[in-house]
């Protein structure tokens, strides 16, 4: 069973940038599709970024052109790369995979899930 554990998160200024990372264990990512969600209290998570097991990458409307989600698969590692951040990207970040080749902006697509990194951006 593949464990996930996120890194990196902070706090930062409104226009800064951060990059977090998805360290896994008890499993190569490589065999994964992998996504970024995030999460804020008293809201439900929303879906960020995927990068499915062909390298192709999927985002949210909200973020696409600002963030972008690699994978270095000689270090078993997915990343986020998080750039002109504004105060609504504050939220814990989670870490997600699927065995599925494909997959979408659903919770329930993924089986496996890290313990949450947080992000705040200020004004």
């Known amino acids: 069973q593949v464990q996930l554990v996120e890194s990196g998160g902070g706090s930062v200024q409104a226009g800064g940038s951060l990059r977090l990372s998805c360290a896994a264990s008890?499993?190569?990512?490589?065999?994964?599709?992998m996504a970024w969600f995030r999460q804020v209290p008293g809201k439900e998570r929303q879906f960020a970024a995927a990068?499915?097991?062909?390298?192709?990458?999927y985002y949210a409307d909200s973020v696409k052109g600002r963030f972008t989600i690699s994978r270095d698969n000689a270090k078993n590692t997915v990343h986020l790369q998080m750039n002109s951040l504004k105060p609504e990207d504050t939220a814990v970040y989670y870490c997600?995979?699927?065995?599925?080749?494909?997959?979408?902006?659903?919770?329930?697509?993924?089986?496996?899930w890290g313990q949450g990194t947080q992000v705040t951006v200020s004004s």
């Open positions: 997600a995979a699927s065995k599925n080749a494909y997959t979408g902006s659903f919770r329930d697509e993924y089986a496996f």
């Open positions: 008890g499993g190569t990512l490589r065999d994964f599709s």
């Open positions: 990068i499915w097991r062909s390298g192709s990458t």
